[in-house]
């Protein structure tokens, strides 16, 4: 007679499965807690004492541990040598396991958890035997999904037995979910030892949705989203209207939320791309979208918004005024929703704490045959900026510069932004020229660019691009410094009679 093996933390149609089991002339053993949900529904169970011929102990850390159980999991049935060791030891087959974990993840997700309750919901006996089972699977069919059951069931109801391919599937799913286990108690240990660097690292996400396409419409794409969901990230927002999202959705949105973070006051950022082309600030958000458009009125059309208050009827009335991809907020208004979804194919995001800014993260880059991780760039300024210059920013000056170097910090480099009243009159970014992304800035930034300002995200290694943003109307640059020719282009500021100031800090993004 084939015997089953059936320990799970989570009963979800487990007993529908084992019913279906013995209907076949399966017999069950189990452990514990499942044992008593299947004798209370009626079921003979064999107990796992009676196979291992020793009790539970440890308050259940040690049961499945024996080889009465793994003998049975691992032998060969086509090896004349494991089946008469079997037989010698009196080890009985074991055909099916079906297991599922210690809560872990569930338990380090509840905040009223103490370290001893995370260290008792690390499994051992389970994994050990799910592992043991998927290795053995040409034999043995393992189960850690309740959503497999029927397709197992419908299979042995069938053909009498499980296909070597939903065997493979089944032990493929096993590995993935161990993996995972074990990431996340590795995971734990590092943020509790603070072992920023660990010598051997395994990350590890769980699937959220797939994507309508990645960055092309030929490539295929599925979103991961961390186990413990991140505050203010896209990830932890709720979709209001709109289809599903794409690589590129998703992607510009992560790049409109880190801009907004930035930001205090009402602020509404529009992305294309992953870039910025208009940024604004004001005494109310209606303002501040008005000043985000006005940078760019062209490059903002099929973009992201991504606003840190509100959106009411006015801004939707504004919105609604252009094609928008997606628009973030941490909330909306019942009538701007109305108004909003009069346009299918706008995607509506209520994202909570979408100010929130203090993450505990690193800054993660896939490279070709590697990973490269670093910390988040939090820090805005390294200390006290200096003022090299003999002309001094005035009250306004410096408020915009400021804005201007917020802006500068979460651009792609070299980059270039100018700014004034709040709102970015020009952007120029992701260049390998200093020089050709003031250019472009400027060019940008046609009439709206006298008395404005500019920040750069890292230093000016001429005074050639100092000369000519002077020469466009710039009155005030913030900017690192550190250049072996800082004194030129400090020179150079005081000639065209311009504010310099230097943080001390550079800004880069690739």
């Known amino acids: 007679m084939k015997r089953a093996l059936i320990s799970v933390y989570d009963k979800e149609g487990i007993v529908e499965f084992a019913k279906g089991l013995v209907e076949l002339g399966w017999e069950i053993i189990s452990t514990g807690g499942t044992a008593r949900t299947l004798k209370n529904?009626?079921?003979?169970?064999?107990?796992?004492?009676?196979?291992?011929?020793?009790?539970?102990?440890?308050?259940?850390?040690?049961?499945t541990l024996n080889p009465y159980i793994h003998g049975g999991l691992l032998y060969k049935r086509d090896e004349i040598e494991h089946v008469e060791t079997i037989e010698k030891h009196n080890i009985g087959s074991i055909d099916i396991v079906v297991n599922n974990l210690y809560p872990f993840e569930e338990t380090?997700?509840?905040?009223?958890?103490?370290?001893?309750?995370?260290?008792?919901?690390?499994?051992?006996?389970?994994?050990?035997?799910?592992?043991?089972?998927?290795?053995?699977?040409k034999f043995v069919t393992v189960i850690v999904d309740p959503s497999d059951y029927g397709k197992v069931l419908d299979e042995l109801s069938t053909k009498n037995k499980v296909s070597i391919e939903t065997k493979e599937y089944l032990a493929c799913k096993v590995f993935n979910y161990t993996a995972y286990y074990d990431a996340l108690i590795a995971s734990y240990f590092n943020k509790l030892t603070k072992n920023k660097f660990p010598e051997k690292l395994t990350l590890t996400f769980k699937h959220s949705q797939d994507l309508r396409y990645g960055e092309n419409p030929h490539q295929e794409a599925s979103f991961y989203e961390e186990v413990l969901k991140v505050p203010g990230s896209i990830s932890s927002g709720k979709q209001l209207h709109g289809k599903q999202l794409s690589f590129n959705n998703i992607n510009d949105a992560n790049g409109a939320l880190d801009i907004l973070k930035e930001f205090d006051e009402p602020t509404v950022v529009a992305v294309k791309h992953t870039?910025?082309?208009?940024?604004?600030?004001?005494q109310t958000l209606l303002e501040a979208y008005v000043k985000a458009y006005e940078c760019d009125k062209e490059s903002i059309f099929g973009g992201i918004i991504a606003a840190n208050r509100e959106i009411n009827a006015d801004v939707a009335h504004k919105i609604n005024e252009i094609f928008i991809e997606v628009a973030l907020a941490p909330s909306f208004t019942e009538e701007a929703i109305s108004i909003l979804t009069q346009k299918k194919n706008i995607r509506l995001i209520e994202i909570d704490?979408?100010?929130?800014?203090?993450?505990?993260?690193?800054?993660?880059?896939?490279?070709?045959?590697?990973?490269?991780?670093q910390d988040r760039?939090?820090?805005?300024?390294?200390?006290?900026?200096?003022?090299?210059?003999?002309?001094k920013p005035n009250e306004k000056e410096m408020e915009?510069?400021?804005?201007?170097?917020?802006?500068?910090?979460?651009?792609?480099?070299?980059?270039?932004?100018?700014?004034?009243?709040?709102?970015?009159?020009?952007?120029?970014?992701?260049?390998?020229?200093?020089?050709?992304?003031?250019?472009?800035?400027?060019?940008?930034?046609?009439?709206?660019?006298v008395n404005s300002v500019a920040a750069s995200d890292g230093f000016f290694p001429f005074s050639d691009s100092v000369e000519v943003l002077a020469k466009a109307g710039v009155t005030a640059i913030?900017?690192?410094?550190?250049?072996?020719?800082?004194?030129?282009?400090?020179?150079?500021?005081?000639?065209?009679g311009i504010a310099m100031i230097f943080t001390g800090i550079r800004h880069f993004k690739h």
């Open 377 to 391: 760039n939090e820090s805005l300024l390294a200390g006290d900026f200096k003022i090299v210059t003999k002309k």
């Open 108 to 137: 380090i997700k509840n905040v009223e958890s103490t370290h001893e309750d995370i260290i008792e919901n690390i499994d051992i006996g389970g994994p050990s035997m799910i592992r043991a089972a998927a290795k053995n699977y």
């Open 275 to 282: 870039n910025p082309c208009g940024i604004g600030s004001g």
């Open 353 to 373: 704490s979408i100010t929130k800014n203090d993450y505990n993260a690193m800054d993660l880059k896939k490279v070709l045959g590697g990973l490269l991780i």
């Open 478 to 496: 913030i900017q690192p410094g550190g250049s072996i020719k800082d004194n030129e282009v400090i020179e150079e500021a005081d000639k065209n």
């Open 41 to 63: 529904e009626g079921l003979n169970v064999i107990e796992i004492e009676e196979v291992t011929n020793f009790p539970e102990i440890l308050d259940g850390r040690v049961k």
């Open 400 to 449: 915009d510069l400021l804005f201007a170097w917020k802006s500068a910090k979460n651009i792609k480099s070299n980059g270039i932004i100018i700014a004034k009243n709040k709102a970015t009159m020009g952007i120029g970014l992701g260049e390998v020229n200093r020089y050709w992304a003031a250019e472009n800035a400027i060019k940008r930034s046609k009439d709206k660019i």
